[in-house]
């Protein structure tokens, strides 16, 4: 409270603050909140709440922009890693409350802020400092799929003992290990918070979020005004890169099913064949003519891909899918607008606010209008 009212007073003072991308911690008002969750009797006379899901909320002081964003981090991570990078930078988030965007950050149900019972909501599983470093670190090093020597935007070496990768895995928290249990837990929770927030919001997803951006707005396409996917969680059907390449997310990009038309039954009512494969990857694609996924039809979709993630490998293919099934897709490759040498956490990476300045930005302001 007192470094609330510190911000207020210094702005009273110096007048309007002009917001930028190079103003550290953007005056904002901020507040928290939970939504979801049922009470479960655990034993006789003993009853406790799950399935809640924590939401930071953090409005500009300044002018606010029509549409608020919702952002889901990726598998591991909560909410602070967006506020700033691991070597102190400025975040997205600070970066979007200076645009004049109205946040809502989420801890995904059973991870960080948001309670996990483990007799109900099942194992958790963690990432390993080995498995940061050959994925999202210092890919560069380990070269486990064709585009993993261009990485170089990760600030420090990316290994142990160096200060900037230990401050981002000490960040790392466990997360629920079900993709299906806690893709039913996002979109319970998901729909009560945007049905509270009442009014069309942005949602940008990362990684494994990614596929719980596209039920949310499935199940509530009034309130999504738009999803910016960042890497989202892929190729359909199937795993890749990383073996067991085994079949994953029967309803395409998500574990949970969809709304299709003609409509389906069952995930194996989808008509999937096999378009293209290599050593690294499988694309599988619903047979012409392809199911249309309806209730996203109307909403743009921004998908953001770096020069050297894993993703590169497959996110065309996912893209392929949504454009199949009727889904209005800007799809970008950084390499070729000239956004070199990032990875998979391209929002931590030292030119994360090029990524903001010269791409997402911009397409945030064009659906916003």
Not at 73 to 84: A, H, I, R
Not at 168 to 188: G, H
Request: charged content about 15%.
């Amino acid at each position: 409270m007192a470094s609330f009212l510190l911000v207020t007073i210094i702005s009273l003072l110096l007048g309007p603050l002009q917001c930028s991308a190079g103003d550290l911690n953007t005056p904002h008002r901020q507040d928290y909140f939970y939504v979801g969750g049922s009470y479960v009797e655990t034993s006789p006379g003993t009853t406790i709440k799950v399935g809640q899901m924590y939401v930071e909320h953090l409005s500009p002081l300044g002018p606010v922009r029509k549409y608020p964003i919702v952002i889901i981090p990726g598998n591991g991570m909560t909410v602070t890693n967006f506020f700033n990078t691991p070597d102190g930078r400025l975040g997205w988030a600070d970066y979007l409350l200076g645009q004049g965007y109205e946040l809502f950050l989420v801890d995904q149900p059973g991870r960080g802020r948001s309670p996990w019972h483990q007799g109900i909501d099942g194992p958790q599983s963690t990432f390993s400092t080995q498995t940061i470093e050959q994925r999202f670190t210092a890919a560069q090093r380990f070269n486990l799929w064709p585009q993993a020597h261009l990485h170089t935007q990760w600030p420090g070496n990316g290994s142990m003992n160096d200060p900037t990768f230990d401050n981002f895995y000490t960040s790392i928290v466990p997360a629920i290990s079900s993709a299906v249990e806690s893709s039913k837990k996002v979109q319970d929770a998901g729909v009560l918070l945007l049905e509270k927030i009442a009014r069309p919001s942005i949602l940008i997803t990362h990684s494994q979020s990614g596929q719980f951006g596209w039920p949310l707005a499935d199940a509530r396409p009034s309130l999504v005004k738009a999803i910016v996917a960042i890497e989202p969680i892929g190729p359909p059907f199937t795993n890749a890169v990383f073996p067991p390449n085994v079949p994953a997310r029967p309803f395409g990009l998500t574990e949970i099913p969809m709304t299709f038309s003609p409509s389906i039954t069952t995930a194996s009512d989808l008509d999937v064949v096999l378009v293209s494969s290599d050593a690294f990857s499988q694309c599988f694609q619903q047979r012409s003519p392809a199911r249309k996924l309806v209730n996203l039809a109307k909403i743009p979709v921004l998908v953001v891909t770096s020069e050297s993630s894993y993703h590169a490998v497959y996110d065309e293919c996912s893209v392929r899918f949504l454009r199949e099934a009727g889904v209005e897709v800007d799809f970008v490759e950084l390499g070729k607008v000239g956004i070199k040498g990032n990875g998979h956490m391209m929002f931590m990476e030292k030119n994360n606010l090029d990524i903001m300045n010269r791409v997402i930005g911009p397409w945030l302001t064009k659906v916003g209008k």
